[in-house]
Each structure stands twice: as structure tokens, then as C-alpha cells.
């Protein structure tokens, strides 16, 4: 069955990008187009110095598209200002290579971050929605351990509840598997994919990981800021 | 302290977790903006303590009007004032009464170590130009040689001024002269003298052979009760011929001696930047403290901004940590605050001591000058950008 546009939740057109100006300036990113369907996991590789970092970041709004369009749930990016991109990074999840946890915040108080972001939000449904998103990924007996506590592939599996806590409509990662066993690497790419479909969320994974290939829906490589192949999981 | 830090900021109290997650840090941190509260406590202690004895000799007398030379900038200093200006003052129809006082500085010789009093010289025979406090003694002053001496001069011990009474009486040397302490009034040390002490103008003019009845140093007036006081100096600085002597409200001049010791003596700048340097260490400490937790969370504030947080739930945390040690190091600033200036007054007999309104005035300080280094601090937060966490 064909995806129609309007369940796509990003869509780039002509995107380029590049660092510094005049003789100092180096493109990183030439004549982009891809279309990320909703609910979707997509696995984005290619080697060192790519183009997948750069895209990831204009993805995920943590940096001005300066040529090209972009449009993430119906919201166009380009030149859009820092204040737009801070409230749309609300909608988005992030799963960093190192989970990035607070460490003088519990399990549960590093989820509740990624609901209290939503203004307004009462401290109890941030703690019941936390509470839950941890039991999902198999943490509620460490609701209330510090990160420094956690094991590697726990400290990620709590990262990952925080990308989901708040119903994203994508999530990014960034190798979210390179520093876990290949056990863990697993469980929590499943977690991602099996978490991401039931609730509609795409999913955009950066990774060098080939044992994660299998779970995603396309892959899509890049070489030297370009797109060079589309292919299914 | 964590429940109402999340009541007031309605989040997890990050700020809070973060000062605390270190505890040795934690305390270091603490330890110095109480280090600073207590720099800023006794500095004020001894400003304080100057306004009280700068204003302590005027609590002594009652009087509307003060006419006094040129150069008294302080009721011990100055030259002297002649007494036929009091006579002309008497010419005004407001002015009711009117005394010379006498001031000067006499040393009690005891052997190691002199006890200086500043010595007040007045007719005996006019207690309404005294305050209760010594009304009750200066019936004793009729004798010739007799003194009052004060019980809180530093060098005086309790036990020794308990024992000044009309029935044993202390005998001691001073300007030459034996003189005998008959009575004991409160006054305290200040930064000029060890203490006071009353005379009557005759033994005054015998101690200070120099002197003259007719020139003494201040000249007090009443004036008639219900009348404006302004009015009546107003018209004075007409009637009286010498047009360099100072005539002013008795008020007037006890405030313009304590401006003029806060803000031109040595003493009174030196405590004023005292105060200002304490303040100033308090902001660095703090701010030191807050900018040092800024960096080290720098990674965790980048991912906080790539989860959609703006700039100011960054103030918060850091105007919350500002909160934090501001009145947790505020506590412990108090007590030995407090202690010490509780030593100092003891050593030195200094109206020295802690006041509400100083502890008030530094918490409040404390606050605002913790929430200014935090917002300082926060400058260095531009410099987490979530893109490189990537």
C-alpha cells in the first residue's frame, strides 16, 4: 500500500547544509530528499564524516536548516527561529550514544524530565507516566536508583523510556547500541521498535551497529552528504 | 527543604539534587557563603557599634538646641564657644533655659594600663539638662572633686565599679587632683575613650586649669514646650553675633556627628568597606560555587535543551541553587556571627551585637546577591548546544 504524505512525519526536499564561510566553508550535505513514514523505524549509516550526524541534528531541530525545506509534522524548518525550534524539540525524543542521564537524578526523575518539559503537566501524572514508561522497559524495581547504580544496558533502556515518556512523534538516536553487549544492543532496539509501533512513533536511528540491520523498516545510507541507497529492512 | 524547593518551583527540584548529590562540595560551598555572611556581620557589627557609641554621649543630656564652635564635628571635638552667646540666646522669647557644658578627656592613672574618660563638666544644680539614667547621681556632683564615673568603662572591672557607692568611695588621681568616685552611671566604651565621666563645672574648670567659665564647649538650650525647634535655631542664627559658631537642634547635631564619623573619619570608611568587601566576597563565593556546578552539568544542561527546555527553566535551576545556598549558608553565618561579635563586646566593651534588623538586612542581601551571581552564571549556559552532544 503507498504512504500518503500526510503520514509522513518528516519530509525534506533540496536539503544542503555546510559549516563556516567563504574559502572556509565545506558542504556537508547535498540535495537531500527523503520521506520518514509514521511509525516507521529507519536505520540511517554510512561511515565517518558522512553526513549523518548533521542530518540527524537538522532533523531534530538542533540546528537552522539554512537551504532546502524541511517539514516535520506538517512545520516547515527552514529559518525557522531558535524559540520554534526549542518548542518543537518538545515533540521529538532523543536517545544519546551515552544516555546522557542526569546523575544526581533518580531512574524515574530522569523519565519525568521528558513529560515535565510539557508545561503544566502535574508532578503526579508526570510520575505515574515515568513510573509506567520504566515498567515497559523493564525497570520498575530501579524507579528510584541513581544512573551511577545502573548497569550500561539499563542506564540506555532508561534513555530510552525518557525519548518515549512524552509520546513523541519521532524519536533520534544516535548509536544507541555502541557501547552495550549484544544482548542489551537488542533489547533495546526491540524495546524501540516494539514501543515505536504501538505508539505511532518514528524512529530514526543512526548506527554502525549491523546487528540491529534486520529489526528496521529502511535503511538508508549516505556517503559524502549524499543519500546514496534506500532499501528495506 | 526538597518538598518546598518543588512546591515553589513545581518540578523536580534539579538544583536542589544536583548541590546535593556532592555533599563534601556541598559543604565546602556552604561554609564559604557562610564565611562571607559572617565577614559582612561583624564589619556591620562594628559600624553598628560606631552609630551607638557616636550617639551615646547625646543620650546623656536633654536639650532642644546645641551651639557649638565652628570645628565641633563631634560633641568631643571642636574648640570652645563663648558663654554670652547663651545670654543672647535668652533674648529670644522661645528659649527657656540654657547650660555650658564642658568636655574633655581626663586619664585615670593605673599603673599598667590608664583608664580614659571623657569628662563631662555641668552646673549640678541643673539635673533637667540630664537624662534619668543620671539624674539620680548628679546630686553628688555639689561636692567638690566628687566624680560619677561610668560603671561599662573598659578597664573597670564589674566587681571594682559595683563597689563605687557614696558610702565607700573611690578615690583616684587624675589632670593632677585626687578625685572621688561617689556613684556610677552607665555609659560604655566607645572608639575615643574608655568611658565617661561627670563632673561639676567648678571640678571641671580645677581639672583643666586652661579652661574658662566662660567658654565652654556646647551650650544647651530648652525652648518652650510646643514650639517648632526649626523656627527658633532659624531665628538664633540671627540674634546671636558670632555668625561661625553652629547652632542646631540637638538632633541635628547628634546626626550630623554620626555622618560625619561614618562617612569622613578613617574608622567609619574603613567599617563602610569592610561591609562592601564582605559583600563582594559573598557574590564571588557564590558565584564561584554556581558557575563551577554550571560547567560541571554542562552535558546534562546541552541534553535538557535537546529535550525542548528553554532558557528560563535554566535560570530557575540555577536561581534555585543561588536560593539553596544563600539560606542554608545564611544559618550557620548567624551563629557565628553572633559569637563573635558576642567575644568582640566582651574583649573590647564595644557596644557590639547582633540586631535583628543586621540579620534581616544580610539574609535579604544574601538572597538577592546569591540570585545575582546565579544570573551572571547562567551567561555560561549559552555555551551547552545540544548539537554536539551528537
Known sequence: MAVQDGDMVVKARGLNHWFGEGEARKQALFDINLSLPRGSLTVLMGPSGSGKTTLLTLLGCLRTVQDGSVLLAGTELFDASEAKLTKLRQRLGFIFQSHNLHESLTALQNVMMGVQVHNGVPDDLAKRAGARALDLVGLSDRLHYLPGNLSGGQKQRVAVARALVGNPEMVLADEPTAALDKDSAADVVDLLKRLGAARNTTTLLVTHDNRILDRADSILTLEDGRIVSVSGG | ?390
Open chain 2, 1 to 390: 527543604m526538597r518538598r518546598l524547593l518543588q512546591w515553589i518551583f513545581g518540578r523536580i527540584p534539579i538544583g536542589w539534587l544536583q548541590l546535593t548529590h556532592k555533599r563534601g562540595r556541598f559543604m565546602a560551598a556552604l561554609a564559604g557563603v557562610a564565611f562571607a555572611n559572617v565577614l559582612v556581620f561583624v564589619q556591620l557589627g562594628i559600624m553598628n557599634s560606631m552609630s551607638t557609641a557616636t550617639l551615646r554621649p547625646y543620650e546623656f543630656f536633654r536639650a532642644d538646641i546645641m551651639i557649638s564652635a565652628s570645628d565641633a564635628n563631634a560633641m568631643t571635638e571642636g574648640g570652645n564657644v563663648a558663654r554670652q552667646w547663651m545670654l543672647q540666646a535668652f533674648a529670644d522669647p522661645d528659649i527657656t533655659d540654657g547650660l555650658g557644658l564642658f568636655v574633655g578627656k581626663a586619664a585615670w592613672d593605673r599603673g599598667e594600663r590608664d583608664i580614659t574618660f571623657t569628662t563631662f563638666g555641668i552646673d549640678p544644680g541643673r539635673p533637667e539638662f540630664l537624662a534619668p539614667i543620671i539624674t539620680s547621681e548628679i546630686g553628688l556632683l555639689q561636692v567638690h572633686d566628687v566624680a560619677v564615673v561610668d560603671r561599662l568603662a573598659r578597664g573597670l572591672s564589674p566587681e571594682e565599679a559595683a563597689a563605687i557607692r557614696p558610702h565607700t568611695p573611690l578615690s583616684f588621681e587624675t589632670q593632677g587632683r585626687t578625685l572621688t568616685a561617689l556613684g556610677t552611671f552607665a555609659g560604655g566604651g566607645g572608639f575615643g575613650g574608655d568611658g565617661y565621666m561627670l563632673v561639676s563645672d567648678q571640678t571641671f574648670l580645677s581639672l583643666f586649669a586652661t579652661r574658662s567659665s566662660s567658654a565652654p564647649d556646647h551650650i544647651l538650650l530648652h525652648v518652650r514646650p510646643g514650639v517648632d525647634v526649626a523656627d527658633v535655631v532659624q531665628r538664633l542664627r540671627g540674634l546671636i553675633s558670632d555668625t561661625t559658631v553652629r547652632i542646631r537642634s540637638y538632633a541635628d547635631a547628634a546626626q550630623e556627628e554620626l555622618r560625619y564619623q561614618q562617612t569622613q573619619r578613617p574608622t567609619g570608611v574603613i567599617f563602610g568597606f569592610g561591609v562592601l568587601i564582605g559583600v563582594l566576597v559573598g557574590l564571588v563565593i557564590v558565584y564561584q560555587v554556581l558557575s563551577a556546578d554550571v560547567a560541571d552539568h554542562m552535558r546534562e544542561y546541552a541534553t535538557f535543551k535537546a529535550m525542548g527546555y528553554g532558557p528560563q527553566f535554566f535560570f530557575g535551576i540555577v536561581v534555585e541553587e543561588a536560593l539553596v545556598l544563600g539560606i542554608l549558608g545564611f544559618v550557620p553565618g548567624l551563629a557565628f556571627g553572633t559569637a563573635i561579635l558576642t567575644f568582640m563586646a566582651k574583649v573590647t566593651t564595644l557596644p557590639l551585637a547582633m540586631t535583628s534588623s543586621m540579620a534581616v538586612m544580610v539574609f535579604l542581601g544574601t538572597v538577592v546577591f546569591s540570585i545575582v551571581s546565579g544570573a551572571i552564571a547562567t551567561r555560561r549556559l549559552t555555551a551547552a548546544d545540544p548539537a554536539d552532544l551528537f
